[in-house]
């Protein structure tokens, strides 16, 4: 599906209730197939990337029903059973490593596969410690498929190179399964979503700043309402804040301290964004945004800055085109490790859109306030966040842009353009 996106002559405008996040609704799968019990999800992501999730768990016994798309009912003994096929991460990173942790203690062998882009995916980094910890898992050199053979854990203390949220829950679900205490070190805190659930849920869980330590748990089923996903509010964010005269309010938007870096870097650069009726849902902080179109100014973004908003930085150095002064964004090397190298994928797009930025090894720099030229065709790689980035930057264009398989969206958002839509005054 391609899709041409035009300058808007007025501004945004009105309210949308941003779709839940996705990093939550994996991990509420996820761990309410591990607890022994009933649990009801609600406010689930209906997106492809979760679906995969749900697939997997079924195909490993667990009993899971739609009520609706946003709702399910997960039954589970506790207990996973040995699959009877491959299990398909379809283009989901979370899945395959969240996963591959769970399945590495287990008693019965699996195999775990993905689509084409996920399969050049570095799987290494969870390998590495997970094998540490006496895991078995074979590779087709430190990318998917991977060959699970089930195997008893040991703990370990493990330093990460890097700050990844994806590693470190790796590291502790496989901890679930292993004797003793382990423990993982970041250089940064990474995003926090399972520390925070396995504690909602009953885990023997600790954090010690940047250490995060889990013992052999048993988890209590719980209801969980997924709180709406800061990275798709992203989008909405840096439109309403460039498109001159916009004025919006995104609802029940997640504000876990760990994910915020976006609303930092926005106060940073003098944006008009006010956070309001904050409050806590199944254990994570929730509240709504109103924000309004602004006199921005450039800032450097890296080091602690980058684990807070790694999945941001496509919107953001959009953001920086229409702020006065050079902004630089450094550290995130990891991001050429994405659906796409976004690093390399983002300059090469926006260069065709006129857009002065230079490529860093580990980020760009943006070279202040400039007019975004469009009058051409864009290309996603196959990346939902590229192809959300792009159409806010047509928002603002001279001329139209048009943007070739757009249907990438659907791996994170599939209401991006119905909810755009809403807040677009005709």
Same mark, same amino acid.
Request: with cysteine; hydrophobic share 40%; proline share 2%.
């Given at each position: 599906?391609?899709?041409? !996106? $035009?300058?808007?002559?007025? &501004?945004?405008?009105?309210e949308i209730?941003?779709p839940? *996040?996705? @990093?939550?609704s994996? %991990?509420?799968?996820?761990?309410s197939?591990?607890?022994?019990?009933?649990?009801k999800?609600t406010?689930?992501?209906?997106?492809?990337d979760?679906?995969?999730?749900?697939?997997?768990?079924?195909?490993?016994?667990?009993?899971i029903?739609f009520?609706?798309?946003?709702?399910l009912?997960?039954?589970?003994?506790?207990?996973?059973?040995?699959?009877?096929?491959?299990?398909?991460?379809?283009?989901?990173?979370?899945?395959?490593r969240? !996963? $591959?942790?769970?399945?590495s &203690?287990?008693?019965?062998?699996?195999v775990?596969?993905? *689509?084409? @882009?996920?399969s050049? %995916?570095?799987?290494?980094?969870?390998?590495t410690p997970?094998?540490?910890?006496?895991a078995?898992?074979?590779?087709n050199?430190?990318k998917?498929?991977l060959k699970?053979t089930?195997?008893?854990?040991h703990?370990?203390?493990?330093n990460?190179?890097?700050a990844s949220?994806?590693?470190?829950?790796s590291i502790?679900?496989?901890?679930?399964?292993a004797?003793?205490?382990?423990s993982v070190?970041e250089?940064?805190v990474?995003?926090?979503?399972?520390?925070?659930m396995?504690k909602y849920?009953?885990a023997?869980i600790?954090?010690?700043k940047?250490?995060?330590?889990?013992?052999?748990?048993?988890?209590?089923?719980?209801d969980?309402?997924?709180?709406?996903?800061i990275?798709?509010?992203?989008?909405?964010?840096?439109?309403?804040?460039?498109?001159?005269?916009?004025?919006i309010?995104?609802?029940?938007?997640?504000?876990n301290d760990?994910?915020?870096?976006i609303?930092?870097v926005v106060?940073?650069?003098?944006?008009?964004?006010?956070?309001?009726?904050?409050?806590?849902?199944s254990g994570?902080k929730?509240g709504d945004?109103?924000?309004?179109?602004?006199?921005?100014k450039?800032?450097n973004?890296?080091g602690?800055d980058i684990?807070?908003l790694?999945?941001?930085?496509p919107?953001?150095?959009?953001?920086a085109?229409q702020a006065?002064?050079?902004?630089?964004i450094t550290?995130a090397?990891?991001?050429r490790?994405?659906e796409?190298?976004?690093?390399?994928?983002?300059?090469?797009?926006?260069r065709?859109l006129?857009?002065d930025?230079d490529e860093l090894p580990?980020?760009?720099?943006i070279?202040?306030?400039?007019?975004?030229?469009?009058?051409?065709?864009v290309?996603?790689?196959?990346?939902h966040?590229l192809?959300?980035?792009?159409?806010?930057?047509?928002l603002?264009?001279?001329?139209?842009?048009?943007?070739n398989?757009?249907?990438?969206?659907n791996?994170?958002?599939?209401?991006?353009?119905s909810?755009?839509e809403?807040?677009?005054?005709?």
């Open positions: 599906m391609d899709v041409v !996106v $035009s300058k808007l002559k007025k &501004g945004l405008k009105g209730i941003i839940a *996040d996705k @990093s939550i994996h %991990r509420a799968v996820m761990f197939s591990l607890a022994k019990g009933k649990s999800i406010n689930f992501l209906y997106a492809s979760c679906r995969s999730t749900v697939g997997i768990f079924k195909n490993l016994g667990v009993d029903e009520i609706d798309e946003h709702t009912i997960i039954n589970s003994t506790g207990m996973l059973n040995t699959p009877n096929k491959a299990l398909d991460c379809g283009n989901s990173g979370t899945t395959m969240l !996963v $591959s942790g769970i399945l &203690g287990q008693n019965f062998n699996s775990l596969i993905g *689509d084409e @882009s996920l050049k %995916r570095p799987m290494k980094r969870i390998i997970l094998s540490q910890m006496g078995i898992i074979e590779s050199d430190g998917a498929p699970i089930g195997n008893k854990l703990s370990i203390e493990y990460s190179p890097i949220a994806q590693v470190k829950s502790l679900l496989a901890g679930m399964n004797d003793g205490i382990t070190i250089p940064y990474s995003r926090n979503h399972t520390e925070l396995l849920m009953g023997n600790s954090v010690d940047n250490k995060v330590s889990i013992e052999k748990s048993e988890l209590i089923a719980k969980i309402n997924v709180a709406g996903d990275s798709s509010a992203a989008f909405f964010i840096v439109a309403a804040l460039i498109v001159p005269n916009s004025d309010i995104i609802k029940n938007v997640g504000l760990t994910r915020t870096g609303i930092d106060q940073r650069m003098g944006g008009n964004l006010e956070i309001l009726d904050e409050r806590v849902v994570e929730v945004l109103r924000i309004k179109y602004s006199d921005l450039g800032c973004i890296s602690a684990p807070r790694i999945d941001e930085l919107i953001i150095a959009l953001l085109t006065e002064g050079e902004t630089r550290d090397s990891d991001l490790n994405k796409a190298d976004r690093i390399t994928a983002v300059v090469t797009e926006f065709k006129g857009i930025i580990d980020g760009f720099v070279g202040g306030k400039q007019i975004i030229k469009g009058g051409n065709e290309e996603v790689y196959h990346d966040r192809a959300m980035t792009l159409y806010v930057a047509g603002i264009a001279e001329q139209e842009i048009k943007i398989e757009f249907q990438w969206v791996i994170s958002l599939p209401e991006f353009l909810l755009m809403t807040l677009v005054i005709l």
